[in-house]
Structure formats: C-alpha cells, structure tokens
C-alpha cells in the first residue's frame, strides 16, 4: 500500500489533528487519513476564493478608453 510522508506540519495542525484523533479514538495516521479522504470529496473551491479576501468596490467607475489611457500612462497595469 503507498505511503505519504508529510514533513512541516504546523504545530497547530498537529495539535488539531492529535485532539481529533483522541476524542475519536483513533490513531493519528487513522484521523490524517480520515481528514484527507474527506476533503477529497468536498466540493473544490476557486483557489481565489479561498486564499484571497473580496476586494472592497469603493466606486464604479466606465472603463472607457480615455480612462485606459490615462491609467496606462500613470503606469498602471
């Protein structure tokens, strides 16, 4: 059967995951495998969505293209 070595685990990971494992009585390499089974078959999420806060829209403002020229000329993006 393959194997997985995870090196770097955070301390609170661990910590979560060994209290986990505890109150259901089963061995950390039980509750790991558990835990990743279970987010294999959660829904994806974007990866934006997760990583990334929404960013606040402070006003709306037309793209039109004197405004695009302006903004490239500003040296903007």
């Known amino acids: 059967m393959p194997a997985i070595l995870l090196k770097d685990v955070p301390p609170a990971v661990h910590r ?3 209290q986990n494992a505890l109150a259901q009585r089963r061995s950390l390499q039980q509750e790991a495998l558990l835990t990743l089974e279970r987010g294999m078959n959660a829904p994806a999420a974007h990866p934006a969505s997760v990583l990334l806060p929404p960013v606040p829209v402070k ?3 037309p793209l039109t293209p004197a405004f ?3 903004a490239r000329m500003e040296g903007r993006p």
């Open 68 to 70: 695009i020229r302006r």
């Open 16 to 18: 979560r995951l060994k």
């Open 59 to 61: 006003t709306k403002i």
